[in-house]
Nanobody, 124 residues
Framework: QVQLVESGGGLVQAGDSLSLSCTFA????????MSWFRQTPREGRQFVAG????????LYADSVKGRFTISRDNAKNTVYLEMNSLKPEDTAVYYC?????????????????WGQGTQVTVSS
């Protein structure tokens, strides 16, 4: 069984930066594509960014492209999301997710494992 634990959320002002981490345990980390999603009551769950097993391929939602960076450290079994130039509309609960299929999918049902989420709040 895979366990995912997110950390790093918080309250920041518009224009600030914030870094999220997600630690992976229970299986072989490099077997998994890792992604970040976010969820709000109004928008539902949205794909934010994904990264393949060796970090050679990344994918971003248009809304975060150029502001957010996903990366992974396979030695530490951790995936990161660096968020810059944050906007109030980035406010959400952020989740990391793991999938063994290899490709990066932007839809939640493709993912087998999810973390508990971390709240990011951006004030204007």
């Amino acid at each position: 069984q895979v366990q995912l634990v997110e950390s790093g959320g918080g309250l920041v002002q518009a224009g600030d930066s914030l870094s999220l981490s997600c630690t992976f345990a229970g299986r072989t980390f490099i077997s998994y594509t890792m992604s970040w999603f976010r969820q709000t009551p109004r928008e539902g769950r949205q794909f934010v960014a994904g990264i393949n097993w060796n970090g050679g391929t990344t994918l971003y939602a248009d809304s975060v492209k150029g502001r957010f960076t996903i990366s992974r450290d396979n030695a530490k079994n951790t995936v990161y999301l660096e968020m810059n130039s944050l906007k109030p509309e980035d406010t959400a609960v952020y989740y990391c997710a793991a999938d063994m299929r290899g490709d990066i999918y932007g839809l939640g049902p493709y993912y087998d494992y999810w973390g508990q989420g971390t709240q990011v709040t951006v004030s204007s």
